[in-house]
């Protein structure tokens, strides 16, 4: 029959609550990373829309002057 003592269910425990804060820390830092590959792609997004209306003006001031 197998029994578990007091020490070993301690440790288990332990072991429990290390993994469990090792999980949160792997989310948390997997949230943060997320934020800023979300943030990076706003501002890539925000440089594409102002270098569209850049070529977008241009374009207009060529068949005005033409």
């Known amino acids: 029959m197998f029994t578990l003592s007091s020490h070993s269910v301690a440790v ?3 072991k429990a609550r290390v ?3 090792d999980a949160d820390m ?3 830092e ?3 990373r997320l934020e800023s590959a ?3 792609n706003e501002d890539l ?6 270098l569209q209306s ?4 241009k374009r207009l001031a ?3 002057f033409v």
Do not use: N
């Open 45 to 50: 997004l925000a440089l594409v829309d102002a």
């Open 26 to 28: 792997c989310v948390t």
């Open 30 to 32: 997997a949230v943060s």
């Open 19 to 21: 993994s469990a804060a």
């Open 12 to 14: 288990s425990c332990k």
């Open 38 to 40: 979300i943030k990076a």
């Open 54 to 57: 850049q070529i977008k003006g």
């Open 62 to 64: 060529q068949y005005r």
